[in-house]
């Protein structure tokens, strides 16, 4: 719609003579940037204002209309965005009833000259696109919907075949689909489950049929108010189940592969026999890691060996996103081009640049497949994609139009990613590099000289790396630390070493190593490409160590983000001046986000731990090993490294804030407080002079209306809660009345449920 329009407006606005009418001083170019706003207020009377302030903003918008498709995937993520953030289920007729309305008043507006009729013209495409996003989520939400389990199961009997098999250490966790489960009808049985199996187990591969003794459990609810929602990515997953193995599986049948399964299964197969082979090749974390590059599989890499990488910065190499795209395809494009050009017969009489650029979308096709096919990876191919298939029809690709091309088709067919870290991380970094190099590319044209020394190439390389890792380290920062509460402090001088290692030696073996694996020679690689990792892994573990190399930190509202976010778009999508209006945004988004305040209590869902906040902001815990899931996601989001302080059995925290005796505790801060019940109370003792009253048992007497209780029928009702203290007012928020009732929220009484990696919260 913007593309059908966009040229007419402009030529309207320009012959309507309504900016001459209004303020003709302010007309020498109705397509250039206008005087500054103090100008234009000083320069008009108080009555005309409003319509000259229009006026400007029309023109400002006519100058850079060249830019409006690339804010296309920003409205469907307004509307994606708006529909999950509802707390009922909308009618299925609200999104497509605003396009069609949208797009009718779009057509029929658009015949006027003035400006305020294009003004709404814009607003009905604006609200149009952002209404197109909201049905997109709304009709995948419906699309994807399958069985989810409601209680703990087991333990029984489960069979299925198995869609995937990721080693975690020492366990194995494989995912079924075609699911059986003994004792369970067939209509509410999960449609996927994940199993996490320990020990000695049999071989498997994608493909195979297998049974198992296990407990299975509904996935989990989030920790806390705010937190990470694996109930909704399990909806979209179709993951119904998550669970553990009781002994070892068997195996029933290596085959039953049939229809449309047989593509994505042959897929499967082949990504887990390439990672056995790299494994085989090259051992230990070096070898992990080697395996992650290239089939994606992260989850045998050692926990220390991780936390290096994403203490020194360097975590962004085991996501296969635009660096290793980009590295394969440009081999593939290079080498193909280059050895056709040996034959001249075919170089004189074919296209062999078209060629060569067809080889590397087929080579990155299936990179990206062998790769897991993750958020980074689509988005990084279909970008590629996009610039190659240009090459291919003597185009230029445009690399802000590729992105948004790229967001755009994500959003439309998966628009729940638009909520995950990879989404937001993978974006974020690749608009604010093209909108940097943007500005880089223009300063270099003014500057045209005579080619450089190789010393200066070299140097000019290093900068290019330090300015694109300090760039992309700021912009992600901020969703890091939202959704991981870590920032890495030195990932500028890890980056400087590792990213040259990784691009000109690492991954150019990986591409030489796919080559040869058919033949079996593949060993001829994978041995010089770990000698590369290990030189990345010795530089993570060295740059971790640095003191100060990460901070954590506690979690920020969402509010906070989204300001930041649009800030952030205002200043990269655009290209003229008014650009600099976004630094507000972003600006206003940093300090909503460092005012956000953390919750003084929580308690889980299971009424089995509470935690409060001690005057440090450290949390206390009631107990060191109930709800351990719980736990260590509280203390994630309060940005704590710390072991929390255990609450005493008699006698208070150091602080004095906690006080417990007997079978209660209460916390008290300035003008409030909270009674904790640990034991059922005596009746008369149940609810005294507090605030908040929070039992883990059932209590038996009735307390005032003016008195906010928390009990056991509550929690399994809400979910967990967080309580807010302050003399102003007293805030209690529960998890599921933040998310309210959509499908992917379970119910009263349906089980606490089990974390991703299959252990009990």
């Given at each position: 719609?913007?593309?059908?329009?966009?040229?007419?407006?402009?030529?309207?606005?320009?012959?309507?003579?309504?900016?001459?009418?209004?303020?003709?001083?302010?007309?020498?170019?109705?397509?250039?940037?206008?005087?500054?706003?103090?100008?234009?207020?000083?320069?008009?009377?108080?009555?005309r204002?409003?319509?000259?302030l229009?006026?400007k903003?029309?023109?400002?918008?006519?100058?850079?209309?060249?830019?409006?498709?690339?804010?296309t995937p920003?409205?469907?993520g307004?509307?994606?965005?708006?529909?999950f953030?509802?707390?009922?289920?909308?009618?299925?007729?609200?999104?497509?009833?605003?396009?069609?309305?949208?797009?009718?008043?779009?057509?029929?507006?658009?015949?006027?000259?003035?400006?305020?009729?294009?003004?709404?013209?814009?607003?009905?495409l604006?609200?149009?696109?952002?209404?197109?996003g909201?049905?997109?989520?709304?009709v995948?939400?419906i699309?994807?919907?399958?069985?989810?389990?409601?209680?703990?199961?087991?333990?029984?009997?489960?069979?299925?075949?198995i869609?995937?098999?990721?080693?975690?250490g020492?366990?194995?966790?494989?995912?079924?689909?075609?699911?059986?489960?003994?004792?369970?009808?067939?209509?509410?049985?999960?449609?996927?489950?994940?199993?996490?199996?320990?020990?000695?187990?049999?071989?498997?591969?994608?493909?195979?049929?297998?049974?198992v003794?296990?407990?299975?459990?509904?996935?989990?609810?989030?920790a806390?108010?705010?937190?990470?929602?694996?109930?909704?990515?399990?909806?979209?997953?179709?993951?119904?189940?998550?669970?553990y193995?009781?002994?070892?599986?068997?195996v029933?049948?290596?085959?039953?592969?049939?229809?449309l399964?047989?593509?994505?299964?042959?897929?499967?197969?082949?990504?887990?026999?390439?990672?056995?082979?790299v494994?085989?090749?090259?051992?230990?974390?070096?070898?992990?890691?080697?395996?992650a590059?290239?089939?994606?599989?992260?989850?045998?890499?050692?926990?220390?060996?991780?936390r290096?990488?994403?203490?020194s910065?360097?975590?962004?190499?085991?996501?296969?996103?635009?660096l290793?795209?980009?590295?394969?395809?440009?081999?593939?494009?290079?080498?193909?081009?280059?050895?056709?050009?040996?034959?001249p017969?075919?170089?004189?009489?074919?296209?062999?640049?078209?060629?060569?650029?067809?080889a590397?979308?087929?080579?990155a096709?299936?990179?990206?497949?062998?790769a897991?096919?993750?958020?980074?990876?689509?988005?990084?191919?279909?970008?590629?994609?996009?610039?190659?298939?240009a090459?291919?029809?003597?185009?230029r690709?445009?690399?802000?139009?590729?992105?948004?091309?790229?967001?755009?088709?994500?959003?439309?067919?998966?628009?729940?990613?638009?909520?995950?870290a990879?989404?937001?991380?993978s974006?974020?970094?690749?608009?604010?590099?093209?909108?940097?190099?943007e500005?880089?590319?223009?300063?270099?044209?003014?500057?045209?000289?005579?080619?450089?020394?190789?010393?200066?190439?070299?140097?000019?390389?290093?900068?290019?790396?330090?300015?694109?890792?300090?760039?992309?380290?700021?912009?992600?920062?901020?969703?890091?630390?939202?959704?991981?509460?870590?920032?890495?402090?030195?990932?500028?001088?890890?980056?400087?070493?590792?990213?040259p290692?990784?691009a000109?030696?690492?991954?150019?073996?990986?591409?030489?190593?796919?080559v040869?694996?058919?033949?079996?020679?593949d060993a001829?690689?994978?041995?010089?490409?770990?000698?590369?990792?290990?030189?990345?892994?010795?530089?993570?573990?060295?740059?971790?160590?640095?003191?100060?190399a990460?901070?954590?930190?506690?979690?920020?509202?969402?509010?906070?983000?989204?300001?930041?976010t649009?800030?952030?778009?205002?200043?990269?999508?655009w290209?003229?001046?008014?650009r600099?209006?976004?630094?507000?945004?972003?600006?206003?988004?940093?300090?909503?986000?460092?005012?956000?305040?953390?919750?003084?209590?929580?308690?889980?869902g299971?009424?089995?731990?509470?935690?409060?906040?001690e005057?440090?902001?450290?949390?206390?815990?009631?107990?060191?090993?109930a709800?351990?899931?719980?736990?260590?996601?509280?203390?994630?989001?309060?940005?704590?490294?710390?072991?929390?302080?255990?609450w005493?059995?008699?006698g208070?925290?150091?602080?004095?804030?906690?006080r417990?005796?007997g079978?209660?505790?209460?916390?008290?801060?300035?003008?409030?407080?909270?009674?904790?019940?640990?034991?059922?109370?005596?009746?008369?003792?149940?609810?005294?002079?507090?605030?908040?009253?929070?039992?883990?048992?059932?209590l038996?007497?009735?307390?005032?209306?003016?008195t906010?209780?928390?009990?056991?029928?509550?929690?399994?009702?809400?979910?967990?809660?967080?309580?807010?203290?302050?003399?102003d007012?007293?805030?209690?928020?529960?998890?599921?009345?933040?998310r309210?009732?959509?499908?992917?929220?379970?119910r009263?009484?349906?089980?606490?449920g089990?974390?991703?990696?299959?252990?009990?919260?």
């Amino acid at each position: 719609m913007i593309v059908v329009v966009k040229g007419r407006f402009c030529s309207r606005l320009t012959q309507s003579g309504y900016i001459q009418r209004v303020h003709p001083p302010l007309m020498p170019s109705a397509l250039s940037l206008w005087q500054s706003w103090h100008g234009i207020v000083a320069a008009t009377p108080w009555r005309r204002l409003p319509g000259v302030l229009a006026a400007k903003l029309a023109a400002d918008l006519a100058a850079e209309r060249d830019r409006w498709v690339l804010w296309t995937p920003v409205g469907l993520g307004f509307g994606i965005a708006l529909y999950f953030a509802l707390v009922t289920e909308p009618p299925l007729w609200l999104g497509p009833g605003f396009v069609l309305s949208c797009a009718a008043a779009g057509l029929v507006l658009r015949r006027g000259q003035s400006w305020w009729r294009w003004g709404l013209v814009a607003a009905a495409l604006a609200v149009g696109t952002a209404a197109t996003g909201f049905t997109a989520a709304h009709v995948r939400t419906i699309a994807v919907a399958a069985p989810v389990l409601s209680q703990r199961v087991g333990p029984t009997t489960v069979s299925g075949r198995i869609d995937d098999v990721e080693a975690l250490g020492g366990r194995m966790r494989v995912t079924l689909s075609r699911v059986q489960v003994w004792g369970t009808p067939a209509a509410s049985t999960p449609r996927r489950v994940r199993i996490s199996l320990k020990g000695t187990q049999p071989p498997m591969r994608p493909g195979a049929w297998v049974r198992v003794r296990a407990v299975l459990m509904p996935p989990a609810a989030p920790a806390a108010p705010g937190a990470f929602d694996f109930q909704r990515q399990s909806w979209f997953a179709q993951l119904g189940a998550i669970g553990y193995g009781l002994g070892a599986a068997k195996v029933t049948a290596e085959t039953g592969v049939e229809g449309l399964d047989r593509f994505t299964l042959a897929i499967g197969r082949l990504r887990h026999e390439v990672t056995e082979r790299v494994r085989a090749q090259v051992g230990g974390a070096t070898g992990e890691v080697t395996t992650a590059l290239m089939t994606g599989q992260r989850g045998g890499i050692p926990p220390h060996v991780l936390r290096d990488i994403r203490d020194s910065g360097l975590a962004h190499l085991l996501a296969i996103s635009g660096l290793h795209m980009g590295l394969v395809a440009g081999f593939l494009f290079v080498g193909v081009r280059r050895a056709l050009a040996l034959m001249p017969p075919v170089a004189l009489r074919f296209p062999i640049k078209k060629w060569a650029a067809a080889a590397a979308i087929v080579g990155a096709a299936g990179y990206g497949l062998l790769a897991g096919a993750t958020v980074p990876t689509q988005r990084a191919f279909l970008m590629i994609g996009l610039i190659l298939v240009a090459v291919m029809l003597d185009r230029r690709g445009l690399s802000m139009r590729s992105v948004a091309w790229a967001a755009t088709v994500i959003l439309l067919l998966t628009p729940e990613s638009l909520l995950t870290a990879s989404f937001q991380l993978s974006f974020a970094a690749v608009v604010a590099l093209i909108a940097a190099y943007e500005v880089v590319r223009e300063r270099r044209r003014r500057r045209l000289g005579e080619p450089l020394a190789w010393p200066m190439r070299v140097l000019r390389y290093l900068g290019g790396v330090a300015l694109t890792t300090a760039i992309a380290g700021t912009v992600t920062a901020p969703f890091a630390v939202f959704h991981f509460n870590r920032f890495a402090g030195y990932g500028l001088a890890a980056n400087l070493l590792a990213v040259p290692v990784t691009a000109l030696w690492v991954m150019p073996w990986a591409v030489i190593a796919f080559v040869l694996m058919p033949f079996g020679l593949d060993a001829l690689a994978l041995t010089p490409m770990g000698w590369g990792v290990d030189v990345v892994l010795r530089v993570a573990a060295a740059v971790a160590a640095w003191p100060g190399a990460v901070a954590t930190l506690p979690a920020a509202p969402i509010s906070g983000l989204a300001v930041l976010t649009l800030g952030g778009l205002w200043l990269c999508l655009w290209r003229r001046r008014w650009r600099l209006l976004g630094i507000a945004g972003i600006a206003i988004g940093i300090v909503v986000g460092v005012n956000g305040r953390p919750p003084d209590v929580l308690i889980d869902g299971a009424a089995k731990l509470v935690a409060v906040r001690e005057e440090s902001g450290d949390l206390a815990v009631s107990s060191q090993r109930a709800a351990t899931f719980a736990r260590n996601a509280w203390l994630q989001r309060n940005g704590q490294d710390t072991k929390p302080t255990l609450w005493p059995k008699t006698g208070a925290t150091g602080d004095g804030r906690l006080r417990c005796g007997g079978d209660a505790c209460i916390y008290r801060v300035p003008g409030r407080s909270v009674v904790i019940h640990r034991q059922p109370p005596e009746p008369g003792d149940a609810c005294l002079s507090a605030d908040v009253v929070v039992s883990l048992v059932p209590l038996i007497s009735r307390c005032p209306d003016a008195t906010t209780v928390i009990d056991p029928a509550r929690l399994r009702s809400g979910g967990a809660h967080g309580i807010w203290l302050g003399d102003d007012r007293l805030r209690v928020e529960s998890v599921n009345a933040l998310r309210g009732d959509r499908p992917w929220v379970l119910r009263v009484g349906e089980a606490s449920g089990a974390s991703d990696d299959g252990k009990e919260p």
